[in-house]
């Protein structure tokens, strides 16, 4: 008989073997424990949830959350949810429940469903859809990451806008209070966000204070650098506060990409209004137009990539590349 319960420390070791057998062989959560600790480790339990069989102790299937605030009913991302054949065919879904009721989620929202999360996700009665993607490219001879076929840089007034790093949690708060926080679905809270972007084990995320041309500043942007070889990109991982920011930042991204030699800025996300982008000098990636622009990076792979969701049930989600998994080191 399989069980299914929420797993704690001592489990590590099997799920790691797991993982590296029969989800993504080499993947760094199979590989560097450290890392697993970092993503999963909840005091001395872990948000991941296995199926197991009785006698043996065999893992037959996982389910791990992105857990993203401290109180009784959080929000959160499923990742990691892979099934082998067992003696129970739903047991995809059952962890799946049983994840749900254990942590007494609110929501749940994850983006890059495999082909097998998009099955399991459309049996649960969802509909997939799939994260916008836009771009700017930068004012280049020649280009080695992306592909440019149609070198579209569509022209922006000056907005006064500009990006000023920050360094710390505290000059967030600043800006975004934890009750601003508090109020969005995905709800976070500054323990996630500071472990998050302020204290990764792996990258380093540049943190920016969109200001206005008044001098003022009501939102935040997080972006991370991506290198192959001499070549460089900027992506947006994050954003908090006022949406329409979004829209009038092209000069001052327009400047970083001739100060640091971007070859592009690029954004994944769902809830934004795609009229801020176009209006602000965005260019909407055709996964089947003639123009490329990676998303992955490790092995490099020069194609436009679609991440797929499930649409929500409710309005007002806001949902960008560094939520849920999909910005994980390989």
Known sequence: MITIRRAVYEDITNIMKFMDENWKPGNILAKNRAFFEWQFVD??????FLGEEDESGKIYGIIGAIVYNGTSNPDVSGCTWQVIKSSNPMLGLDLSDFMYRELNVRYCFAAGLSKK????????????????????LADRLDYQIARVVNKEIPDIAETGYSLEPISSAEE???????EALAEQILSKDYAYIEKRYFRHPVYHYDIWKIVDDKGSSHSVLITRDEVMGDRRVCEIIDHYGRREDLGRIAPALDRLMEIEGYEFVDVYSFGIPVEIYEQGGFVRCDTSGGNIIPNYFHPFVQENISLKMAQPMI??????????DQDRPC
Do not use: P, Q, W
């Not at 005091?43 to 991941?48: A, R, S, T, V, W």
């Not at 649960?124 to 700017?136: K, N, P, V």
């Open 172 to 178: 967030m708060k600043e800006i975004i209070s934890e």
């Open 315 to 324: 309005g007002g989600v806001v949902f960008f590349r560094g939520d849920g």
């Open 117 to 136: 999360a998009v099955r399991l996700n459309e049996l649960l009665g969802c509909t997939i859809t799939e994260m916008d993607h836009y771009y700017r």
């Open 43 to 48: 005091g001395d339990k872990l948000n991941m």
